[in-house]
C-alpha cells in the first residue's frame, strides 16, 4: 500500500465544524486494486491507530 494524497471532506472541510465535529477524510491509496471492501478495511485497520474510526 502506497498513500497518495488525502483530501478533507464534511463540515471541517466546509468551515461549518464545531468543537465536537469529527475530522472526515478521503484517502487515495496504491496498491489496493483487486482486493475487496473487507480485504482493504483489514489493511486499513492495520495501519491506522487505534481510537481511529471509519467508513466506507
Same mark, same amino acid.
Given at each position: 500500500? #502506497?498513500?497518495? +494524497?488525502?483530501? !478533507? #471532506?464534511? %463540515?471541517?472541510?466546509?468551515?461549518?465544524?464545531? +468543537? +465536537? %465535529? /469529527?475530522? /472526515?477524510? &478521503?484517502?487515495?491509496?496504491?496498491? #489496493?486494486?483487486?482486493?475487496?471492501?473487507? +480485504?482493504?478495511?483489514? $489493511?486499513?485497520?492495520? &495501519? $491506522?491507530? !487505534?481510537? &481511529?474510526?471509519?467508513? &466506507?
Amino acid at each position: 500500500m #502506497v498513500f497518495r +494524497e488525502a483530501y !478533507p #471532506v464534511g %463540515s471541517r472541510a466546509r468551515g461549518g465544524c464545531v +468543537e +465536537e %465535529s /469529527d475530522a /472526515d477524510v &478521503v484517502l487515495l491509496i496504491d496498491g #489496493v486494486q483487486g482486493l475487496n471492501r473487507i +480485504e482493504r478495511l483489514s $489493511l486499513f485497520l492495520d &495501519v $491506522l491507530a !487505534p481510537k &481511529v474510526e471509519f467508513m &466506507v
